[in-house]
């Protein structure tokens, strides 16, 4: 007798003698249970109540199912977990874990879910600086900007002596007729050339600009409200401005010197600055020749450009040959010789900018901040900040929860799939939730600690 066909169940090859087979019909199962770990996080930091604060809501409260903290919330969080679509959203507003981390296990009205679809969502990501009637939600840019520095002085525990502020400045390729779209020729696509400010792992600023500009524009404002915003609570600090050869304008080092703020940038090879390292270059040619292996010398020298430049500055030199190609670099900065030699400088102060680049990387491939497909530049910067807090509850459960783990130099990416990507069973009960995560996760003592620290945190 032939078996009835079940077209909702899916056949598998045997094993063991027993027949395999798979439905989607086990009820209340999240994919993102670990996501609790980012719940937690955020009642450590007060992250979304206090990017919620920066948002106002026109709308009529009566006739409101999602206040805005429910919808700003799931955004991050959204992000935070790898839905980098609104789309997803019309998906994820029926996910159990979704309404466990907005607070809201019910909608209050029978045809709506626990959290907001798309639509709504959508609706939010086009809020402008002032409520319209068809954008009820207005958000203040200038909060927003504050509140990541505000975010970075709250996880110190006490004034550090010195801080690092590196700069730099990375493509957002488009694809389709944004607003503010240019051609880089450098880059070689139509994009946006945002602007970063990072201390260590902490963000600070993410500034969307177009690419039609020198690298270094809307460096000093930035610069300034960070740096003024930092001295009001730590009025002793010692700050360094970091970052490379495109941030060497005259502007930026004159206000640094003008208002007791350190910098080191790199500096663009001319001639007369390979004239200045030629002797250098050539003795270093000699040390390679006679080691086989490549050779680097410094020099230490005072240097001002034809034009450009107000004063003379203190360059340092590297002269390296890597095999029988010559390879000289410069660096200009406002630290004096007696506080640091131009060898340590270049290779442990210098270069170590390089960490920033990969901090862009988790911002931008594990937290989609270059998805910038809205079609005006205010709807970009905005995303662009969604994707900023969400890479700052990362770092913020990497920092506090995840320290002295091996997860404690993890990626955003890496701690997503170890950490928060967690399959469970969700029972929703009068008296409780229980959340039955699989019994063979491997990284349960990290997840552990990490609960263990984060709630102490929330104290």
């Given at each position: 007798m032939?078996?009835?066909c079940?077209?909702?169940?899916?056949e598998?090859?045997?094993?063991?003698?027993?027949?395999?087979?798979?439905?989607?019909?086990?009820?209340?199962?999240?994919?993102?249970?670990?996501?609790?770990?980012?719940a937690?996080?955020?009642?450590?930091i007060?992250?979304?109540?206090?990017f919620?604060?920066?948002?106002?809501?026109?709308?009529?409260?009566?006739?409101?199912?999602?206040?805005?903290?429910?919808?700003?919330?799931?955004?991050?969080?959204?992000?935070?977990?790898?839905?980098?679509?609104l789309?997803?959203?019309?998906?994820?507003r029926h996910?159990?874990?979704?309404a466990?981390?907005?607070?809201k296990?019910e909608?209050?009205?029978?045809?709506?879910?626990?959290?907001a679809g798309?639509?709504?969502?959508?609706r939010?990501?086009?809020?402008?600086?002032?409520?319209?009637?068809?954008?009820?939600?207005s958000?203040?840019?200038?909060?927003?900007e504050?509140?990541?520095?505000?975010?970075?002085?709250a996880?110190?525990?006490?004034?550090?002596?010195?801080?690092?502020?590196?700069?730099?400045a990375?493509?957002?390729?488009?694809?389709?007729?944004?607003?503010?779209?240019?051609?880089?020729?450098?880059?070689?696509?139509?994009?946006y050339?945002?602007?970063?400010?990072f201390?260590?792992?902490?963000?600070?600023?993410?500034?969307?600009r177009?690419?039609?500009?020198?690298?270094?524009?809307?460096?000093?404002?930035?610069?300034?409200?960070?740096?003024?915003?930092?001295?009001?609570?730590?009025?002793?600090?010692?700050?360094?401005?970091?970052?490379?050869?495109?941030?060497?304008?005259?502007?930026?080092?004159?206000?640094?010197?003008?208002?007791?703020?350190?910098?080191?940038?790199?500096?663009?090879?001319?001639?007369?600055?390979?004239?200045?390292v030629?002797?250098?270059l050539?003795?270093?040619?000699?040390?390679?020749?006679r080691?086989?292996?490549?050779?680097?010398?410094?020099?230490?020298?005072?240097?001002?450009?034809?034009?450009?430049?107000?004063?003379e500055?203190?360059?340092?030199?590297?002269?390296?040959?890597?095999?029988?190609?010559?390879?000289?670099?410069?660096?200009?900065?406002?630290?004096?010789?007696?506080?640091?030699?131009?060898?340590?400088?270049?290779?442990?102060?210098?270069?170590?900018?390089?960490?920033?680049?990969?901090?862009?990387k988790?911002c931008?491939?594990?937290?989609?901040?270059?998805r910038t497909?809205?079609?005006?530049?205010?709807?970009?910067?905005?995303?662009?900040?969604?994707?900023?807090?969400?890479?700052?509850?990362?770092?913020?459960?990497?920092?506090?929860?995840?320290?002295?783990?091996?997860?404690?130099?993890?990626?955003?990416?890496?701690?997503?799939?170890?950490l928060l990507?967690?399959?469970?069973?969700?029972?929703?009960?009068?008296r409780?939730?229980k959340?039955?995560?699989?019994?063979?996760?491997?990284?349960?003592?990290?997840?552990?600690?990490?609960?263990?620290?984060?709630?102490?945190?929330?104290?």
């Open positions: 032939p078996t009835e079940n077209p909702t169940l899916f598998f090859a045997p094993v063991a003698g027993r027949a395999v087979v798979a439905a989607f019909d086990g009820g209340r199962i999240t994919s993102d249970a670990g996501s609790l770990l980012l937690a996080t955020d009642r450590a007060g992250l979304v109540d206090r919620s604060a920066c948002f106002t809501d026109h709308r009529c409260s009566e006739l409101i199912e999602h206040e805005v903290s429910t919808l700003i919330g799931q955004r991050v969080f959204g992000i935070a977990l790898g839905y980098e679509d789309n997803d959203h019309d998906q994820l996910d159990p874990m979704m466990i981390l907005a607070g296990l909608a209050r009205r029978a045809d709506c879910a626990p959290v798309k639509s709504t969502l959508n939010l990501e086009l809020s402008r600086a002032e409520a319209t009637r068809y954008h009820r939600i958000h203040d840019p200038a909060a927003i504050a509140l990541f520095v505000d975010l970075f002085l996880s110190q525990a006490k004034a550090p002596a010195q801080i690092i502020l590196d700069l730099d990375t493509d957002d390729p488009l694809h389709g007729q944004q607003e503010g779209r240019f051609f880089h020729g450098y880059y070689d696509c139509y994009c050339l945002p602007l970063y400010v201390c260590g792992r902490h963000l600070l600023a993410a500034k969307l177009r690419s039609n500009i020198d690298a270094s524009a809307g460096a000093l404002e930035e610069v300034t409200r960070i740096v003024a915003q930092i001295r009001r609570r730590w009025p002793r600090t010692r700050i360094l401005l970091r970052g490379d050869s495109g941030f060497a304008r005259e502007a930026l080092m004159a206000w640094c010197e003008a208002n007791r703020v350190d910098y080191l940038f790199g500096l663009a090879r001319n001639a007369r600055l390979d004239e200045v030629k002797l250098e050539i003795a270093t040619s000699l040390d390679a020749i080691s086989g292996r490549p050779a680097r010398r410094f020099k230490d020298f005072r240097y001002a450009t034809l034009d450009s430049w107000s004063r500055r203190r360059v340092i030199g590297k002269a390296e040959v890597t095999g029988d190609k010559a390879n000289p670099r410069f660096i200009v900065t406002s630290l004096k010789p007696a506080e640091i030699d131009g060898r340590r400088l270049y290779e442990k102060i210098y270069c170590a900018r390089g960490e920033m680049e990969n901090r862009i988790e931008q491939l594990d937290l989609f901040a270059d497909s809205a079609a005006t530049m205010r709807a970009n910067q905005l995303r662009l900040w969604f994707a900023s807090m969400a890479y700052v509850l990362l770092c913020a459960l990497r920092r506090i929860g995840l320290a002295h783990t091996q997860f404690a130099d993890a990626t955003c990416g890496t701690i997503r799939l170890r990507k967690l399959g469970a069973l969700v029972r929703i009960s009068v409780r939730v959340v039955a995560m699989a019994s063979a996760c491997p990284w349960q003592d990290e997840f552990a600690l990490a609960h263990l620290r984060l709630s102490m945190a929330a104290v």
